[in-house]
């Protein structure tokens, strides 16, 4: 991934749809909309050897891969939900952003929750 290539297209698509956005604001939207999953799927495609290396590293270090594989979803869920919000949000619409975070926070806090329960059994069993 070339961080070039990353700002050149988030560039090109900020004027594009900034031109646009007077004469003909829905396709300014679809741009702006299409830019960003492109710019998100090159990073989430780029950042498939650094997973990968981590998996090494947690097997290395022993550590459960249901563990990474939850740590990984929640990192996902939280780059996901931002875009979203912020596609709401340059949409107009800041209460459906708002609402796109919190489904997003509630997600986590679901994922987190069987890693809450390990940290808190092992810190009971720890205890004389």
Do not use: C, N
Request: proline content about 2%; overall charge neutral; aromatic content about 6%.
């Amino acid at each position: 991934m070339h961080i070039f290539q990353l700002v050149g297209i988030g560039l090109t698509a900020t004027v594009l749809a900034t031109i646009l956005r007077q004469h003909s604001p829905q396709f300014a939207t679809l741009i702006s909309i299409f830019a960003g999953a492109v710019l998100l799927w090159m990073v989430v495609h780029s950042l498939t050897g650094v997973v990968q290396e981590l998996r090494g590293m947690a097997t290395d270090a022993k550590i459960s891969q249901t563990f990474l594989t939850t740590v990984l979803k929640i990192i996902g869920i939280a780059y996901i939900v931002e875009f979203a919000a912020q596609v709401a949000r340059d949409a107009g619409e800041s209460a459906l952003g708002g609402r796109i975070e919190l489904a997003g926070k509630v997600g986590i806090v679901v994922l987190a929750l069987p890693i809450f329960t390990d940290v808190v059994q092992t810190i009971v069993h720890l205890l004389p």
